[in-house]
């Protein structure tokens, strides 16, 4: 599909004259080519065109971003900060995410089909596309919403963590896409921050590790052949490169099959400066532990002793720089199951004589570094952590996620085998599986999973309406306690099922032992609403009332043309009373069950006008074709002489 025709079909309507005239931009750059050979004058046109169309998006997207912050701030404010609120303005942040992105695209296509015919270069678009442009808007609405859920106030810190042991998945995601699952798990997940005191900085969840491996890559080779004991080490810390807490890690692969061995990580603090003498053997682990209390120090005395002779024996250097953003999703004080995602992924070489480089920095994608020694991944990665040792089963809005076009799975991908493919490919005998499907795109058909509007602009989660829920000063009779209907996976079973009339009680007794996708919550349904179903079912009435007047007169005083019209309008009357009674029935089911389908009716009024016009062509035709006779109207026929 051509970009012009991809952005027509994918645009958010509300917002249809703030995207880039893209079609006006390639016709004007085209006929101008065709025209005359390019000349300076048309290169300050397209300039300035450029650089309007880039103001007005720009101006667009900061007016858009000041309104969700203000409203953010008034929930701020509120104490009762109310959930649909919040998941009005999440999804306000997924529609303009999406907007800069497919603005973004837009004039990087424009941009190079300038180039590409006019042999001009012109300066990059940037600024448009930035995956960590709205995330502190996420953050807010993270806290916000913890706030009105009651969540516990406890987090764990880095200092915290120690031994991992979790099942682990991998996945690809678009960029396309990265604040759409954002999103999702941010529906589902709140937000973990280390510092949740602190505004928010684009910084802190900046992670860089740096990789340890020889000259024969012997770690790479042993973990990409999934060796038992196989090893991964590396040097890794948080935000900006001043932070002097260095986390040694240790990464040991053990098959799934052995008793009592399971894939684990281990790790343990070190200060900046002693990272060069640990490295070298001169800082031992007895220096490290001698600060720590007692079970602490242990530990770590155990951890440090393994790493460091590993290191030593295997004669292990900085071989790799991982850089990358991440947004981790966790219950606070639960990390029995934990979703991360990673965006602005950049592989650095290091090549220093120190453990690490001095002029790498955070500044993604790293453009005052040689081009030979960065490579920027093209994707965000998804990874799920899930503590299976302890009991915790796999969610079903998880699997559901996993499942969808929005994610590519790459079974046991690693950034740092990836990463040394790409810098060493030369000197390695195996390369990953995975670098075939960079040549594909990964994109796919969109399904029902995700976040989606209606028609009236309602947001949607996974093809059904979001339950939310709304305060009410009183009880009220009208008050439904509604569960959303989980979605099918298959688009046939999907129709099949929307063919069939819809009972709550039905769904919930076939799933009464199941744990509901969302809580359940009290949807408060007007009074009014019901009324305004039955003003509407009684004027439909009354015109049949109407109709049936207009036919019996004709039957009962007419001739015998009139008598024919009188039936036809007789069956249009009763027709339209059953017809009336059907929509009432139905649009009460819709009002009752929160129905996310239309409430407006669109072929009743058409065909029932559609039937009075042919009642009234067929009266005329009679009529014209069988005249009265002479001094005889259709009530008085003339008498016989």
Known sequence: MKFGSYLKANLFAPWQNEYIQYDMLKLGLKSRQLDHAWNDKDELWFTETIASELAKVDAFISRKRHELESRIQYCEQTNNAMNHALIEILYDTNDLSKFARLNHTGFQKIVKKHDKWTHITSSPIDGLDNNQRFDDLLIRISQLRDRTTSAPAFVETNEAVGDFERATEKYWVHPDNITEVKAILLYYLPVLRYNADRPYDEAETAISSVYLDNRQ??????????????????????????????????????????????????????????????????????????????????????????????????????????????????????????????????????????????????????????????????????????????????????????????????????????????????????????????????????????????????????????????????????????????????????????????????????????????????????????????????????????????????????????????????????????YALWRYQYRSWQIRTRSNSRYDDMYGPAILCTLLVIAIIVNFSLRFNQPSSPGSTPYHPAENR
Not at 310 to 320: A, D, F, V
Not at 513 to 525: A, D, G, M, Y
Not at 557 to 567: A, E, L, N, P, R
């Open 217 to 578: 890559f012997e770690l790479y080779t042993e973990r990409l052949q999934r060796d038992e004991g196989a090893e991964a080490i590396r040097l890794r810390w948080y935000g900006a490169e001043d932070n002097q807490d260095i986390y040694v890690e240790r990464k040991t692969h053990h098959a799934p099959w052995l008793p009592d061995q399971r894939s684990i990580k281990d790790r343990f603090r070190l200060d900046e400066c002693h990272v060069d003498a640990f490295l070298a053997g001169r800082h031992t682990p007895e220096m490290i532990a001698q600060h720590l209390k007692k079970k602490a120090a242990d530990k770590a005395l155990f951890t440090a002793k393994g790493i460091q002779q590993s290191i030593l024996e295997k004669n292990l250097r900085p071989t790799l720089r991982c850089f990358y953003h991440r947004l981790a999703f966790q219950k606070p004080g639960d990390a029995r199951l934990r979703v991360s995602l990673d965006t602005d992924l950049a592989f650095i070489r290091e090549n220093s004589q120190k453990w690490r480089r001095d002029d790498v920095g955070i500044k993604h994608p790293f453009h005052h570094l040689a081009q030979q020694d960065v490579e920027c991944f093209p994707y965000a990665i998804l990874e799920t952590k899930i503590q299976t040792h302890l009991g915790q089963q796999v969610p079903e809005w998880l699997t559901r996620l996993t499942t969808s076009h929005l994610v590519h799975p790459v079974p046991r991908f690693s950034k740092y085998l990836h990463g040394a493919s790409r810098f060493f490919h030369k000197e390695l005998a195996i390369l990953p599986w995975w670098l075939s499907e960079l040549r594909i795109d990964i994109r796919k058909p969109r399904d029902l999973i995700g976040l989606s509007r209606t028609v009236s602009l309602r947001p949607l989660l996974d093809g059904g309406l979001v339950a939310v829920d709304i305060p009410s000063t009183k009880q009220d009779s009208a008050m439904l306690e509604v569960k959303p209907l989980p979605p099918s996976r298959q688009s046939s079973t999907i129709h099949s099922k929307r063919k069939k009339r819809f009972s709550f009680r039905t769904w919930i007794r076939r799933n009464g032992n199941k744990k509901p996708l969302l809580p359940s919550v009290k949807v408060r349904v007007e009074p009014k609403t019901f009324f305004a179903n039955e003003r509407t079912f009684i004027s439909w009435l009354q015109f049949c009332a109407l109709i049936l007047t207009i036919s019996l007169s004709l039957i009962n005083f007419g001739d015998h043309v009139s008598q024919m019209c009188g039936g036809f309008f007789l069956i249009i009357s009763a027709l339209l009373a059953i």
